[in-house]
């Protein structure tokens, strides 16, 4: 396939193989630093997330809801609180896959 860099078309073919909006959401400030937290702690409840943020619970947990449209996490809930959790096969599984469309995309002439 040949496509010049540069191109209407090449970005067309960046943007159909990297889910753009998904590295969007994941590399927000506060939503990295969420994803690194709730990675080395667990699942947690959004009251026990907040705690340990300067923002409030509703900044939070629109963050959190943000991540879950992308499935970056998984929630449930039990009685009135909701608990969240990374979906690690999910992150893990998009920067595989856009690691793989990337070098397949470096390697077009």
């Given at each position: 396939?040949?496509?010049?860099?540069?191109?209407d078309e090449?970005?067309?073919?960046?943007?159909?193989?990297?889910?753009?909006?998904?590295?969007?959401?994941?590399?927000?400030?506060?939503?990295?630093?969420?994803?690194?937290?709730?990675?080395?702690?667990g699942e947690?409840?959004?009251?026990?997330?907040?705690?340990?943020?300067?923002?409030?619970?509703?900044?939070?947990?629109?963050?959190?809801?943000?991540?879950?449209?992308?499935?970056?996490?998984?929630?449930?809930?039990?009685?009135?609180?909701?608990?969240?959790?990374?979906?690690?096969?999910?992150?893990?599984?998009?920067?595989q896959q856009?690691?793989?469309?990337?070098?397949?995309?470096?390697?077009?002439?």
């Amino acid at each position: 396939m040949s496509v010049e860099h540069g191109s209407d078309e090449c970005k067309q073919l960046i943007r159909d193989n990297v889910d753009i909006d998904f590295f969007r959401t994941v590399f927000d400030p506060v939503r990295s630093e969420l994803i690194v937290f709730l990675a080395s702690n667990g699942e947690m409840t959004v009251g026990d997330i907040a705690d340990n943020y300067p923002q409030n619970r509703s900044v939070i947990s629109r963050h959190l809801d943000i991540m879950f449209r992308y499935n970056i996490v998984q929630r449930r809930k039990e009685g009135r609180e909701v608990y969240y959790q990374i979906n690690r096969d999910l992150i893990v599984s998009k920067f595989q896959q856009t690691s793989e469309n990337m070098t397949a995309l470096m390697n077009l002439k």
